[in-house]
């Protein structure tokens, strides 16, 4: 397990720590882990991972979920309604191919249809998170369509 991973599993179960008390319990011997604990956990803290409760003691948070690109795509077409593909490619500065992709996909299943070449309308109200691809083939709630 990496170094960082270790850290993790300390803080987790430390809840509340100083860094000297995650350097002990993963058992770093070296001044120079020392450093890497310190460096690794100024990212933690930069990241959200952990907050500081006072001078040189933290509380594991956990980490929070990224959000995808195809997810972002999903939240501009939400917002927007009236799209174009131009308007995807500009806000997100994303991969063409990649956007077409989303694009069809979305009129593949019946998301968003096409009014002109290069422009989207949104169909109905979109939940707020993008459907899962099963085998790529899904439906609004989530589940595989059987057929």
């Known amino acids: 397990m990496s170094l960082a991973g270790r850290m993790r599993q300390a803080a987790r179960q430390l809840k509340e720590f100083r860094p000297k008390d995650i350097s002990d319990t993963i058992e770093v011997l070296s001044y120079r882990e020392r450093e890497d604990v310190r460096d690794s956990l100024r990212d933690f803290l930069r990241r959200g991972e952990i907050e500081r409760i006072d001078h040189a003691f933290y ?70 998170i993008v459907p899962k691809r099963i085998r790529g083939v899904t439906d609004q709630s989530n589940e595989r369509i059987k057929g």
């Open 59 to 128: 509380r594991y948070v956990g980490r929070k979920e990224r959000v995808t690109f195809r997810q972002r795509l999903w939240d501009i077409a939400r917002r927007m309604v009236h799209f174009s593909f131009s308007d995807l490619v500009q806000i997100t500065e994303g991969n063409r191919e990649t956007i077409q992709e989303f694009c069809c996909w979305m009129v593949q299943k019946g998301y968003a249809r096409r009014i002109r070449r290069g422009h989207y309308k949104v169909i109905g109200k979109l939940k707020p």
